[in-house]
């Protein structure tokens, strides 16, 4: 590329590329219930900073047709609980529209892709009528998703963050409070992990999180969290290993001898 192209290439205003980001997703089943903000606000206010000003797509999937609710004054109060609703999910043609009216994104329903499923391409061989010519086999790119595992052997201090894209995450020392894991593959901590960590960051449900000793703040496995209130005082400063069980996250203590 020339130096004049470069020039006016670093002059346009704006770019515009794709990409993809994880956001939490609030699965609504009764937004009428008077309960509803009272329990998210004690969920929230288990771990503020985990989810202060955190972009939430509201799911509607599972209301009934004929709901009915003022979904302004509901997006409202959950921006009331530092959440930052961005998109919707679902729903009947009323909620949708009334979540497109007030400026939320139709979200499609995606789910992790897992690397075993593979698109078959048609037989070049196999033509579509009698006497027509083959049909051309298509392209695929394929992309490594695999990279060599992320090793942090220093400690992971307060208000550190790391993150293992497309990879797993080994720390040999302890992490700290107000520090964060992240990574698409599993996470194992050989020492105390007092941060968050959330393992299966693009949604991989069978990562896993392996620590020495759990003081997790947050624990999270392909989005589905848990808060250091929600784990039981059986596992706290034991060796074990956090995973998903038919959707809910669940744990076991490892077995150290």
Do not use: W
Not at 131 to 152: D, K, M, N, S, Y
Request: hydrophobic letters at 45%; a negative charge; glycine letters at 8%.
């Amino acid at each position: 590329m020339s130096s004049a192209s470069q020039v006016a290439e670093r002059d346009v205003p704006f770019q515009l590329r794709g990409n993809s980001f994880t956001m939490m997703v609030l699965k609504v089943f009764a937004p009428t219930s008077p309960d509803f903000f009272t329990q998210l606000n004690v969920k929230v206010r288990q771990a503020p900073n985990f989810f202060r000003n955190a972009p939430v797509v509201l799911d509607f999937d599972d209301l009934p047709e004929s709901i009915v609710f003022d979904l302004g004054a509901f997006v409202a109060q959950v921006q009331a609980q530092h959440l930052l609703p961005v998109g919707f999910q679902g729903g009947p043609q009323p909620v949708r529209e009334a979540a497109a009216a007030v400026g939320l994104t139709p979200m499609p329903s995606g789910r992790a892709a897992k690397l075993e499923e593979v698109v078959k391409a048609p037989d070049p061989r196999q033509s579509g009528a009698q006497g027509q010519a083959p049909i051309p086999a298509p392209q695929v790119l394929v992309e490594v998703v695999h990279r060599p595992t992320l090793v942090v052997t220093e400690p992971v201090r307060s208000g550190m963050r790391v993150y293992a894209e497309k990879t797993d995450l080994i720390v040999t020392s302890s992490v700290s409070p107000g520090a964060e894991l992240l990574a698409d593959g599993n996470i194992h901590v050989y020492g105390a992990l007092r941060g968050r960590a959330l393992a299966g960051f693009s949604g991989d449900t069978n990562a896993r999180i392996f620590c020495h000793s759990l003081e997790a703040e947050v624990l999270s496995v392909a989005g589905n969290y848990r808060v250091s209130e929600d784990i039981s005082s059986d596992f706290y400063k034991k060796a074990v290993q956090v995973f998903l069980r038919d959707g809910v996250l669940s744990m076991d203590l490892l077995k150290t001898a």
